[in-house]
């Protein structure tokens, strides 16, 4: 070996060990990047979950969008961001099952498929098909807490089978690791049993102990505190049933459905009760609307409880807020119907009034100790916003056979009945819909829009 070979066996095998040392730098990161999204996705997936048992559904369907798109991997953080997005106050029924079926076309084998679509099935309306999956999901994860739990609550919302709850809870208690909510689907079917099908004390009372037992074994359980609440408040306890509520709106002070029984629970108590509690509600709406500006189902029910609480102005901001910002979809058409249906009481659509001896106040939706002139409170109801979205609504959805548009169409003609700007076209438009989604005494309303319509020489011969 010469002397010009030794440094360059030298400078070789350099290179050598340090592109041994760079490629296990680099196996190192990768591996230690993919211990950190492992942890970053179990912890997501975890608090996705809770979400959804603090029945925060709409944070966790907006918030479990963005998490599929960063995990598509996982199987389970999709569904129950599926569980979240179909319940009911959503409005998602039809786009979860849809994500569940494609969940169980794609990879049959994959049990969290199955979860999703017996979750999503589960919901109104509810089909048998939801018992199936169940079935199959649990049959691939028979000791999981959440398939457990997932089967005992289809079995509970079909309702024919809703007293094989608690032996199947019974039975497979001690396989689940994490009982709470087993526990508590229990005290679902038992309260359930005892109250809708067949009065039974004993039922009721064995639902309120379960619940005290869950609280007892696990104190943060939202449902534990949170059904309860509901249970006393709505069975003439609302004392009882407050307090419980708030313990559960302080354990998932995000959760929309926590806040909105808090206020139902302040509106069940009798009136020198409600004074003492009302600048705690009237603080709890305010913040949680400063931090619900993304969620408008959130403000739906803020809207709400501002008319329960005779905040008319406040109330009526709000949807108006919710209409601009959010107008299609099922929130948009949610606001509506509540703003129709205090029209509709105004106006009498119903005939209600007519039948009674007296006339008496709408009650605490229109905000007033007396009723209002039916002249301002249209003033007030039907602003430009409203009737901007009457007519997109009307205009996109006037062909389908749709509840609201019999509402929707009684209220634009009250707003055009005496309004010599609106144009005629648009007033044979309002009164051939009143005539196509008719409400009521059909014969009526066609009556008095041809009335109107003859008034200013409108297609004189619809009028006749």
């Known amino acids: 070996m010469n002397q010009r070979t030794v440094p360059i066996l030298r400078w070789t095998f350099g290179v050598v060990a340090l592109g041994a040392v760079v490629l296990a730098v680099a196996a190192a990161g990768r591996k230690a990047l993919e211990v950190h999204r492992s942890s970053e996705l179990h912890a997501q997936t975890k608090r996705l979950r809770a979400m959804y048992f603090a029945e925060d559904f709409e944070r966790a369907t907006s918030e479990g969008a963005q998490l599929i798109r960063r995990f598509p991997e996982s199987s389970e953080l999709r569904a129950w961001y599926i569980l979240s997005m179909g319940r009911p106050v959503l409005g998602g029924r039809e786009h979860a099952v849809e994500a569940a079926r494609a969940m169980t076309t794609a990879h049959p084998s994959d049990p969290w ?98 619940l005290d037992e869950t609280r007892r074994i696990e104190p943060t359980n939202f449902h534990a505190h949170y059904l309860p609440g509901l249970y006393l408040y709505r069975s003439g306890e609302p004392e009882k049933g407050l307090e419980l509520v708030k313990q559960a709106m302080a354990l998932a002070p995000d959760s929309t459905m926590a806040h909105r029984e808090y206020w139902r629970a302040f509106n069940a108590l009798e009136p020198s009760r409600q004074s003492s509690e009302r600048a705690a509600v009237l603080a709890d709406l305010g913040s949680l609307e400063a931090k619900s500006s993304l969620h408008p189902w959130a403000l739906t029910q803020i809207a709400d409880q501002y008319g329960v609480l005779g905040l008319r102005d406040k109330q009526v901001e709000l949807e108006e807020r919710i209409l601009k910002e959010y107008p299609e979809g099922q ?70 056979d749709d509840w609201l548009l019999e509402n929707a169409y009684v209220a634009l003609f009250f707003s055009a009945k005496d309004d010599p700007t609106v144009g005629g076209d648009k007033l044979l438009k309002i009164v051939r819909g009143m005539a196509a989604h008719p409400w009521g005494d059909l014969s009526t309303d066609v009556a008095r829009g041809a009335r109107v319509l003859a008034d200013r020489g409108i297609a004189l011969n619809e009028a006749e």
Do not use: C
């Not at 199936?132 to 089978?161: N, Y």
């Not at 229990?186 to 004390?201: M, P, Y």
């Open 113 to 210: 498929g199955w979860l999703a679509l017996a979750g999503a099935l589960s919901q109104a309306p509810i089909s048998d098909e939801a018992l199936v999956a169940s079935e199959k999901a649990l049959t691939m994860m028979p000791h999981h807490p959440d398939f457990l739990w997932m089967r005992a609550w289809t079995l509970l919302v079909s309702v024919d089978r809703a007293g094989e709850v608690p032996p199947f809870v019974d039975a497979h208690l001690n396989d689940a690791k994490n009982q709470a909510e087993l526990l508590v689907v229990k005290a679902q079917a038992l309260e359930f049993l005892g109250t809708q099908v067949r009065h039974d004390d004993g039922k009721i009372a064995a639902a309120y102990a379960i």
């Open 331 to 400: 929130v948009a058409r949610l606001v509506l119907h509540n703003r129709l249906k205090r029209l509709a009481d105004a106006i009498d659509l119903y005939g209600i009034h007519k039948r009674q001896e007296a006339r008496k106040p709408v009650g605490p939706l229109l905000g007033e100790s007396e009723m209002e002139s039916i002249d301002v409170l249209l003033k007030r109801e039907l602003t430009d916003s409203l009737k901007r979205s009457l007519w997109d609504y009307v205009n996109q959805h006037d062909s389908q």
